[in-house]
């Protein structure tokens, strides 16, 4: 059974940064997608960011290109989301998802089949 924690939410100034991470446990995690959502109060849950379990495939939503960052060490089963440039419109709570499909990566909800509990994210303006 896979388990993922998040880690790293807190509350931040509009143009600071903070860095998420999501430690997974679990036959073969290091092995599968990782992605990383958000939800917003009064919201739907939004897809972030998606990186291969190897790492060579990344594919961010298009609010968060230039500003977030994914990365993974798989030597110690954990995911990072490394956020820059904070927005007020960022503040959710932030969700790391699994996948068991290999060597393919994916933005839909759907396609993750563990989840943790998130991690609460603030930006004052």
């Known amino acids: 059974q896979v388990q993922l924690v998040e880690s790293g939410g807190g509350l931040v100034q509009a143009g600071g940064s903070l860095r998420l991470s999501c430690a997974a446990s679990?036959?073969?995690?290091?092995?599968?997608?990782m992605g990383w959502f958000r939800q917003a109060p009064g919201k739907e849950r939004e897809f972030v960011a998606t990186?291969?379990?190897?790492?060579?495939?990344?594919y961010y939503t298009g609010s968060v290109k230039g500003r977030f960052t994914i990365s993974r060490d798989n030597a110690k089963n954990t995911g990072y989301l490394q956020m820059n440039s904070l927005k007020p419109e960022d503040t959710a709570v932030y969700y790391c998802?699994?996948?068991?499909?290999?060597?393919?990566?994916?933005?839909?909800?759907?396609?993750?089949?563990?989840w943790g509990q998130g991690t609460q994210v603030t930006v004052s303006s």
């Open positions: 990186i291969s379990g190897s790492g060579d495939s990344i």
């Open positions: 998802a699994s996948s068991r499909t290999l060597r393919t990566i994916g933005s839909s909800s759907q396609f993750y089949d563990y």
């Open positions: 679990g036959p073969s995690v290091s092995t599968y997608t």
